[in-house]
């Protein structure tokens, strides 16, 4: 703010499952922002040009509709690092096309940050996979790992799942410990399949 500094660009880079789409839903909700959420691979065009024209199309949505949260879902789909373009062995020119678009997808993000009304963030399950260039700082300034929940986090996964629902307590240690690697949706999958039966069953 006022001794200018002002940070943006958070990627959210870890395992499936891990909340890194909830954790953007909260930012925007937190602040009291318009939410835009995007994923990359929906952008992908294989049409010379449009893949560049839908990035964007979505960057200018979001400034306009400032302030926001402007949501890339799978960025690794546009933002891989990109191929060295040798005549030879680029027939189709496909790295040619794709350094392009990664290119399109910097260039978006630099034109953003000067726009203090637009929050970028981005999620990755692919984090070694990415550009380098795309994600220093300056375009992205806070990357975040979130990690699989361990047995302790786990066990108030499965507490806090249950407290929506008719049940009546119960240790929930036994289960943290039987679902090592598990994410949070994978906990919140089962404990809707254990609802489904109960409900069948009535119990």
């Not at 925007?28 to 835009?36: D, P, S, T």
């Not at 220093?136 to 990357?143: C, E, S, T, V």
Request: glycine fraction near 8%; charge should be neutral; hydrophobic fraction near 40%.
């Amino acid at each position: 703010g006022e001794y200018g500094v002002f940070r943006n660009g958070i990627l959210l880079h870890g395992p499936r499952g891990t909340g890194k789409t909830f954790l953007a839903e909260a930012v925007a909700g937190e602040f009291k922002l318009r939410y835009f959420s995007v994923s990359a691979a929906s952008l992908l065009n294989k049409f010379v040009g449009l893949t560049e024209e839908n990035i964007r199309k979505t960057f200018e949505t979001a400034k306009a509709n400032g302030p926001a949260v402007l949501f890339l879902d799978e960025i690794d789909a546009l933002g891989t690092k990109r191929q060295q373009v040798g005549d030879a062995d680029d027939t189709g020119g496909a790295a040619r096309s794709f350094n392009s678009m990664t290119a399109r997808l910097m260039e978006c993000v630099d034109d953003v940050r000067k726009h203090p009304g637009l929050i970028l963030m981005a999620a990755t399950n692919s984090y070694d996979g990415l550009d380098r260039a795309l994600i220093r700082d300056g375009r992205f300034d806070l990357h975040i790992r979130l990690d699989l929940p361990n047995e302790d986090e786990r066990t108030l996964i499965f507490e806090a799942q249950l407290a929506k629902r008719p049940s009546r307590h119960f240790d929930f240690q036994p289960f943290a410990k039987r679902t090592p690697g598990w994410s949070a949706a994978k906990i919140g999958t089962l404990v809707d399949r254990a609802a489904f039966f109960a409900a069948e069953e009535q119990r």
